[in-house]
C-alpha cells in the first residue's frame, strides 16, 4: 500500500517539531546534570574541610605536655589535611581550635589556664573549625539557585583529663 500525498504533507510539516522537542530535552537535562556537577563540586569540598577538622581534632587527642600544644598541633594537622587539595583561588582559614570545658563552657584564653580534669565537670572539648571562602571563584556560575559563599567544617573531642 502505498501512502497517499495527504499523508506525506502531513509528514513534512511535522518535521520541525521534533527539533523542538529535542531543544527543550536537551535544555532540560543539560540543567539537570549542570546542577548535579555544581552541587558535587560543593559536597566534596564540604566533605574534605569536614575530613581536615575531623583529623585536627583527632591530633589533639595524641599526648602533648600542655593545652596549648593542643591547640597548635590540631590547627597544624587541620590544615597539613586541607591544603593539599584546596583551590588557589579559596581563602582557607583554621583558627586556633578552642578549648573550653565541657560542664561550663569556660574556655582557654591565650595566656590563660584551663583545668581538664577526669570528672564529668572539668571534662575539656576542643573544637576545630576550617572555613573556606571566595568559593564564588572556584564555583561554576549557577544563577538559579543560592551556592553558599563560605564552607566550613567543625568537628569536636572530649579530652581526657588524666592524660594531661
Known amino acids: 500500500m502505498r501512502p497517499s500525498p495527504l499523508s506525506r504533507s502531513k509528514a513534512r510539516h511535522q518535521r520541525g517539531v521534533y527539533a523542538i522537542e529535542y531543544a527543550m530535552a536537551f535544555l532540560l537535562f543539560f540543567g539537570l546534570i549542570y546542577a548535579i556537577i555544581c552541587y558535587s563540586i560543593v559536597f566534596t569540598f564540604r566533605f574534605g574541610l569536614q575530613n581536615a577538622a575531623e583529623d585536627g581534632a583527632r591530633a589533639a587527642l595524641r599526648h602533648q605536655a600542655t593545652l596549648a600544644a593542643r ?5 597544624q594537622v587541620a590544615q597539613d589535611r586541607s591544603l593539599p587539595w584546596k583551590p588557589a583561588a579559596a581563602v582557607l582559614t583554621i583558627p586556633l581550635p578552642d578549648v573550653c570545658q565541657s560542664d561550663t563552657g569556660t574556655c582557654l584564653q591565650p595566656e ?53
Open 112 to 164: 590563660g589556664t584551663l583545668v581538664c580534669g577526669t570528672t564529668w565537670a572539668q571534662r575539656c572539648q576542643v573544637s576545630v573549625s576550617v572555613r573556606m571562602s571566595d568559593l564564588h571563584k572556584v564555583l561554576p556560575p549557577f544563577p538559579a539557585f543560592a551556592l553558599p559563599d563560605e564552607l566550613i567544617g567543625r568537628a569536636s573531642v572530649l579530652l581526657d583529663g588524666s592524660a594531661l
Open 71 to 75: 591547640q597548635l598541633k590540631a590547627q
